[in-house]
């Protein structure tokens, strides 16, 4: 599975949108990109995942670069229950390994009033 | 739906000592998977399950282990404990069968603390 490189952590405004960017420069053309997050005390919590085409749900927006090297997660609105630490990690989609992830030390968002 | 149940979710041990975690998946799931989330090294894979079988493990000794029931219910299972087992001890579950959406859902942990 590739590498993620994610910041350490980041600040938003209540009602701002938060953007975290995630770079994976490795990615092979096989790997998905998923994003979780874990709220203080929680297990973590799927958000969104995609292969190359931007993608939304009612969580967040997933923007992937056209190389595949980088992404950004947007939450639009952020809301203090969103602060949490988030997870960007990349791995193929297969059968075999659905259980498996591999996390990184993922970026502590703190949203603040 | 009920979500994935851990228990306890609370216990504290001694060195030496040995421990059992459960955990109950998600009605319909078959993928059961646990992790091990310390300070210092974040979140880490320990194994899965699927149809009783072990399928994929992490990189921790032998002193760990689990199993899986026919009813996809699971169990892990730390001997030995040392004083660095302490830790949240995470369990997932996911449905099994056609495109992998790479979707777990989590438990909320069983918090072990070894003295």
């Known amino acids: 599975d590739a590498k993620t490189t994610q910041p350490t952590s980041m600040d938003c405004a209540e009602g701002r949108a938060a953007n975290l960017p995630c770079n994976h420069s490795t990615i092979s053309g096989n790997e998905y990109v998923y994003w979780y997050r874990q709220i203080h005390s929680q297990g973590p919590q799927y958000i969104i995942h995609g292969l190359k085409n931007n993608e939304t749900n009612e969580m967040a927006s997933l923007i992937i670069t056209e190389d595949r090297k980088s992404s950004t997660l947007i939450l639009p609105h952020a809301t203090l229950r969103d602060t949490a630490v988030y997870y960007c990690i990349v791995r193929v989609a297969s059968s075999s390994n659905t259980g498996k992830l591999i996390f990184g030390q993922g970026t502590t968002l703190q949203v603040k009033p | 739906k009920a979500g994935v149940t851990q228990t306890p979710r609370y216990l504290i041990k001694t060195r030496g000592q040995q421990v059992t975690l459960s955990c109950s998946p998600i009605?319909?799931?078959?993928?059961v998977s646990w992790y091990q989330q310390t300070p210092g090294q974040g979140l880490q894979f320990l194994f899965e399950?699927?149809?009783?079988?072990?399928?994929n493990k992490g990189n921790f000794p032998g002193r760990f282990s689990g199993r899986q029931f026919s009813n996809s219910r699971s169990e892990m299972n730390v001997s030995t404990l040392e004083l660095g087992d302490s830790a949240l001890y995470l369990c997932?579950?996911?449905?099994?069968?056609?495109?992998?959406?790479?979707?777990?859902?989590f438990g909320e942990g069983s918090r072990l603390t070894v003295l």
């Open positions: 009605s319909g799931h078959r993928s």
């Open positions: 399950y699927f149809s009783e079988t072990q399928r």
């Open positions: 997932a579950s996911s449905l099994v069968g056609g495109i992998d959406t790479g979707e777990l859902f």
